[in-house]
């Protein structure tokens, strides 16, 4: 990957809908190079997929909670277990599998603390293996990004 490259996926991170046309204008390239290039990108994955982001207030998934999940065992088969069962539960945005303790951070988005309340209950209470649960609120989102730096 060299300068230009880098230059495409720092454009198409900012705005995943900038138009060719345009995206070569901003990286020094022909249509057709620009295009290709992007393309290439793609194809051996660097480029995995684009996406609308939302706003979370708009679309009913404003509260936000940071749940952290200690397993009453660990093994394989108690992993993938767990991981099988958040796979599937659409209010969990992400999972991470932390070395040490806790086991688990997730990451879980719901309406409102009423609602949050019943998805902790009804959804993360009930997933398999789970020992003990803890969750903390942000009081505010002081940075969040999809860019990664390159």
Known sequence: MNEIDRAILNQLQA???????????????????????VRNLETTGVITGYVALLDRDAVGS????????????ISRDTMLEFEAAIADAA?????????????????VVAADAHTFETLYMDVLATLP????????????VVKRSTELPL
């Open 15 to 37: 705005n995943g809908r900038t138009p060719n046309n345009d995206l070569a204008a901003i990286v020094g390239l022909s249509p057709s190079s620009c295009l290709r290039r």
């Open 62 to 73: 404003g509260y936000e909670a940071l749940v952290w999940v200690t397993l009453s065992q």
């Open 91 to 107: 209010n969990i945005t992400e999972a991470s599998r932390m070395m040490g303790q806790p086991d688990y951070l997730l990451r």
């Open 129 to 140: 293996h789970v020992q003990q649960l803890t969750s903390q609120l942000a009081m505010k």
